[in-house]
């Protein structure tokens, strides 16, 4: 038998980590065909024994630190 992945869309803020409610940067995608959401902290937490249940994990905690700097004009301060 084989498993067709399709690619998961973008987490978004209306994603919720199942474990605290915060903001979820991971999906596990289970062999089950079920899916968890992690927040980065529960992600890294409980990383270990998710690789052994996941079909696919989709990480996108790099968003964190990735930071777009606004700076305002010299009229604007």
């Given amino acids: 038998m084989t498993t067709v ?3 998961a ?3 978004t803020a209306a994603d919720r ?12 995608v289970l062999a089950s065909g ?3 959401l ?3 902290h529960h992600g890294r937490k409980f990383e ?6 996941a079909v696919e994990i989709q990480d996108e905690s ?3 630190s ?5 700076t305002a004009t010299d009229d604007e301060r």
Avoid: M, N, W
């Fill in 66 to 70: 990735s930071t777009t700097a606004v």
């Fill in 48 to 53: 270990p024994e998710l690789k052994k249940i």
């Fill in 17 to 28: 980590c199942d474990r605290c409610g915060a903001q979820a940067y991971l999906r596990v």
């Fill in 5 to 7: 992945l399709t690619p």
């Fill in 34 to 36: 079920g899916e968890l």
């Fill in 9 to 11: 869309s973008p987490l």
């Fill in 62 to 64: 790099g968003r964190l």
């Fill in 38 to 40: 992690f927040c980065a």
